[in-house]
């Protein structure tokens, strides 16, 4: 899953990896806010299986020679190997390839080696056959959530008790994959995954960690991989989750203007599409995360569906911002939105006055069942733990929807890549490395990240490129409502038909849910015919 993104109050919106990317973002500001460095030099050429050397040491061996510490860094050959499973109604005959691409500098100079994994469907016309792009978010979440939780060959259940840390990783034949009906290549940003630095200094790991150098980057690996594997004439997709909202759009706009890559269509899974208006003192936080918590009420007392939460959806965009216009200081409108944020929620009318009615994310997690000692999740809010200091005055809990997954997915991930796929770089696989979101740099000055730029300029420049975006009601990360307020800012051209929101049951990863990871499976199918 996708990201993690815990922000400034440890709570708002979104990862990355579950985006976790999961995809997932960490934090809203993670890094101090100046401008971005610049993008990583593109002109570094392939480097082809034949060429690399197996890792015999440690990344970090102490060398006098640059050259072989350059070496040791690197990661083993390109692993290709054959597989078949079988699914409902079908089998699947593919090529699966674990690998890397390396990028250098402008010099020459080698600078990360970016792991992947590849899945191409034998027997296909590589021309006509669409191939799919996949990254998690967080900053620093690699992009094994989309690849075992939703889309690739097979699938680790993460829901009920396989959801528990203790759960065993055992993958099974993946009746969802998108295989059916495009090629799959998931890529793993630097120091996620397996993908690692090759270059030491500290200019090199700015220019990687900072929004405008990890787009530049990512754009060159698709780049280079489709030249690699003479896919250019290949229909290409683009896919993200969580602050792969952010990556996404910019990604394909750098494919487009840059990089000589044409793409059909963006597909995004439970996306921030803009970090300015939730974080702070911005009273829209309190309006896009309304309609997931009373959607998390009404789950508790039985299924709930997008279509149940209109009455909702239009008190929040209606009455209830403008009673959060007039402010605290009218008691009259406070009481008022108050009380009907505990009808929503079910949490205690005394609570919800006390707190203006204004909902902090972190703190409806502890209120909504504080009375039985448990707090809920915060990328899928209607699944509950136990709070481990209930008696505390502060927040001294994690998040029961995500954190269990670490342990299962990890150990997944591993064993498909060293047995099935039979790469076995050395190191530890970085499933959710928070040490990437520590040192991002977010900046452009006072402006927040956003996309909705560049999902603008994509989407005027071609007016076939299509846009698919998922989200789960329970999702206090990245609210769904969130994307629907801003996708109702884009001009005209950026129609139903061409830019669709859909939203199901579940948290951030709601491809965790049965039903809804074949409702989504769907409608990239559609998007791609």
């Known amino acids: ?90 089998t699947l005959a593919f090529t699966a390839t674990a690998g890397s691409i390396r990028l250098s500098d402008a010099k020459g100079e080698p600078q990360a080696d970016i792991a992947y994994t590849a899945y191409q469907l034998d027997g296909a016309n590589a021309a006509t056959r669409p191939v799919t792009f996949l990254f998690n978010g967080g900053p620093g979440a690699a992009s094994a959530y989309l690849q075992l939780g939703a889309v690739g060959p097979w699938r680790l259940p993460l829901s009920g008790d396989a959801g528990l840390s203790s759960a065993p990783p055992d993958l099974q034949p993946n009746a969802e994959t998108w295989l059916d009906f495009t090629d799959l290549v998931f890529i793993d940003p630097v120091n996620t995954g397996y993908s690692r630095f090759v270059a030491s200094g500290e200019d090199v790991r700015k220019r ?65 599409l803009d970090f300015r208006e939730f974080t702070g003192s911005s009273i829209l936080q309190y309006v896009v995360s309304l309609p997931s918590m009373a959607a998390v009420a009404r789950e508790a007392k039985g ?31 406070t009481t008022r939105l108050a009380d009907r944020v505990a009808a929503l929620t079910g949490i205690d009318r005394a609570v919800s006055r006390r707190l203006a009615g204004r ?46 997954l670490l342990a299962p997915l990890t150990s997944a991930v591993v064993d498909l890549t060293t047995r099935k796929l039979n790469w076995r770089p050395d190191g530890s696989y970085q499933l959710l490395n928070g040490a990437v979101e520590k040192a991002w740099d977010f900046g452009h000055g006072i402006n927040s990240p956003e996309s909705t730029d560049q999902l603008r300029e994509i989407l005027a420049l071609d007016p076939k490129l299509k846009v698919l975006i998922g989200h789960g009601l329970f999702d206090l990360a990245t609210p769904y409502f969130g994307t629907k307020i801003l996708l109702d800012q884009l001009p005209a051209f950026a129609s139903p038909e061409r830019v669709k929101l859909v939203v199901y049951p579940g948290g951030h990863m709601f491809y965790s849910r049965d039903d809804s990871r074949r409702a989504f499976r769907n409608e990239v199918r559609a998007l791609m015919q």
Not at 44 to 54: C, G, L, M
Not at 247 to 257: A, C, D, F, M, T
Not at 304 to 323: N, S
Not at 375 to 398: E, W
Request: proline share 7%.
């Open 208 to 272: 990687f960690f900072s929004v405008d150098g990890d787009v530049n980057a990512l754009a060159v690996v698709i780049r280079r991989w489709l030249e690699k594997h003479n896919r250019l004439l290949s229909p290409k997709f683009v896919a993200g989750e969580s602050y792969g909202g952010i990556r996404g759009p910019k990604i394909v706009r750098e494919l487009q203007i840059n990089q000589g890559v044409g793409v059909r269509g963006l597909i995004l899974f439970s996306p921030i």
């Open 303 to 333: 299924p709930v569906t997008r279509a149940d939460m209109a009455e909702v959806e239009q008190y929040a965009r209606g009455d209830f911002l403008g009673d959060l216009i007039k402010g605290i200081a009218d008691t009259e409108a």
């Open 359 to 404: 909902f902090d994310v972190m703190e409806f997690r502890r209120e909504f069942d504080r009375r039985d000692g448990k707090v809920t999740g915060r990328y899928d809010a209607s699944v509950m733990g136990l709070d481990p200091q209930p008696d505390s005055s502060f927040y001294h809990f994690k998040d029961p929807s995500g954190d269990p």
């Open 1 to 90: 899953m996708a990201h993690s993104f815990a922000a400034s109050r440890r709570a708002h919106f979104v990862l990355a990896l579950p985006v976790l990317s999961f995809a997932f973002c960490f934090s809203l500001f993670g890094a101090a806010g100046v401008r971005a460095q610049g993008a990583p030099p593109s002109t570094d050429q392939p480097s082809t299986a034949a060429s690399q050397k197996p890792n015999e040491k440690s990344g970090h061996a102490n060398t006098s020679d640059g050259s072989s510490a350059t070496e040791q860094r690197r990661l083993p050959p390109d692993s290709i190997t054959k597989h078949t499973i079988v699914l409902p109604g079908r």
